[in-house]
T-cell receptor
């Protein structure tokens, strides 16, 4: 049981390049989330999804897009990377049903934009 | 006032010590509470849920005080391996989005 898997683990981009981060979960969870974590800032929610085909903006959505075409996958896209997007990105999932369920995290993607 | 507040620390304690962290929350409709542990450059991992009556898991005890709107985590007999950042997480009833505190850093030294 892999849980939440993020790919890639590390990536270096040049300003203006685009890329997609993939999050996959095998727990049949309804809710999925993308966070970024910067030193001293804590976890900040970028986008989230409460089910296949749905997405919503979080606290810091600008510069990112997401898609949830399949229940198990949640993709985070950077169309034109900027140095301010250098961060560690975490994906999380939750069983859903608005219950008192904790989140399960992937092990992160470390992204550097030069 | 931030929704969830934690003392960032660091709390610097010797092995074997007992240490406690508090986390205050502002939304009185909050219904679910958790403590996560995060090691340096790693993902947050669930440490324990916090139940209304308080709960214990080995050396760790979590308490909820609804009247004063805070939760606490007590660690007894601290180990070197307990060194980490401890995140408080609060979820309001019916909400999709948990609120994370920024974390409290614990350093356990020999």
């Amino acid at each position: 049981n892999a849980g939440v898997t993020q790919t890639p683990k590390f990536r270096v981009l040049k300003t203006g390049q685009s890329m997609t981060l993939l999050c996959a979960q095998d727990m049949n969870h309804e809710y999925m989330y993308w966070y970024r974590q910067d030193p001293g800032m804590g976890l900040r929610l970028i986008h989230y999804s409460v089910g296949e085909g749905t997405t919503a903006k979080g606290e810091v959505p600008d510069g990112y897009n997401v898609s949830r075409l399949k229940k198990q996958n949640f993709l985070l896209g950077l169309e034109s990377a900027a140095p301010s997007q250098t961060s560690v990105y975490f994906c999380a999932s939750n069983p859903g049903n608005r219950g008192a369920q904790p989140q399960h995290f992937g092990d992160g993607t470390r992204l550097s934009i030069l | 006032r931030k929704e969830v507040e934690q003392d960032p620390g660091p709390f610097n304690v010797p092995e074997g010590a007992t240490v406690a962290f508090n986390c205050t929350y502002s939304n009185s409709a909050s219904q679910s509470f958790f403590w996560y542990r995060q090691d340096c450059r790693k993902e947050p991992k669930l440490l324990m849920s916090v139940y209304s009556s308080g709960n214990e898991d080995g050396r760790f005890t979590a308490q909820l005080n609804r009247a004063s709107q805070y939760i606490s985590l007590l660690i007894r007999d601290s180990k070197l391996s307990d060194s980490a950042t401890y995140l408080c997480v609060v979820l309001s009833g019916g909400s999709y989005i948990p609120t994370f505190g920024r974390g409290t850093s614990l350093i356990v030294h020999p």
